[in-house]
């Protein structure tokens, strides 16, 4: 399974952006790259995923290397509600091993008022 | 509306005793998980399924057992093998297929088993 590396933690300060890093570096062509996040005592929650093209939906923004060897997940304007561990994760496709997520240990992420 | 329940939430056993988790999904997805994580850590896949009467080890299947015999029910037993089962158990649902699946994962809210 390619894996990713992502900073242990990052700071922001409420109500700016915030990019959070990930490097693939052993990404296959057929991976998708996966964020989700979770809050203490709770499941994860999908955030975003993306294969190639930059995407954005009502949460957060996904930016994608042009090599595909790393991303960065944005958030536009941090809330005290985003302070939560988010992790980068490549999924392999449906239909291989069941598209499983093998999680690492992703950046938790604090946010100042 | 659906979701993912699992239960308990909170459950304590002894030591030597085997404990089931419950893990319902009501939204007719293919394919379950079972995560396991400890304090600071991320989640370790222990056992995931893609079908009714089929499951396949994740990566700490050792210790665990599990059984698929409805779509919607995918339930973990924690053995006395395991020799360090106190931790937060996590379960999960997907959609398995191609495009334009999303893959996403939606996750229940975890039970936090305490061996004493």
């Known amino acids: 399974d390619a894996k990713t590396t992502q900073p242990n933690s990052m700071e922001s300060n409420e109500e700016e952006p915030v990019h959070l890093p990930c490097n693939h570096s052993?990404?296959?062509?057929?991976?998708?790259i996966h964020w989700y996040r979770q809050l203490p005592s709770q499941g994860p929650e999908y955030v975003i995923h993306?294969?190639?093209s930059n995407v954005n939906n009502r949460m957060a923004s996904l930016a994608i290397a042009e090599d595909r060897k790393s991303s960065t997940l944005i958030l536009h304007r941090a809330t005290l509600r985003d302070a939560a561990v988010y992790y980068c994760?490549?999924?392999?496709?449906?239909?291989?091993?069941?598209?499983?997520?093998?999680f690492g240990q992703g950046t938790e992420l604090s946010v100042k008022p | 509306d659906g979701g993912i329940t699992q239960s308990p939430k909170y459950l304590f056993r002894k030591e030597g005793q085997n404990v089931t988790l419950s893990c319902e999904q009501n939204?007719?997805?293919?394919?379950m998980y079972w995560y396991r994580q400890d304090p600071g850590q991320g989640l370790r896949l222990i056992y995931y399924?893609?079908?009714?009467?089929?499951?396949q080890k994740g990566d700490i299947a050792e210790g665990y057992s599990v059984s698929r015999e409805k779509k919607e029910s995918f339930p973990l037993t924690v053995t006395s093998a395991q020799k360090n089962p106190t931790a937060f158990y996590l379960c999960?649902?997907?959609?398995?297929?191609?495009?334009?699946?999303?893959?996403?994962?939606?996750f229940g809210e975890g039970s936090r088993l305490t061996v004493l």
């Open positions: 999960a649902s997907s959609k398995t297929g191609g495009a334009p699946n999303t893959g996403e994962l939606f």
């Open positions: 052993t990404i296959s062509g057929t991976d998708y």
């Open positions: 993306g294969l190639t």
């Open positions: 994760i490549l999924r392999e496709v449906p239909g291989n091993q069941g598209g499983k997520l093998i």
């Open positions: 939204l007719n997805h293919d394919a």
């Open positions: 399924s893609q079908i009714v009467n089929d499951f």
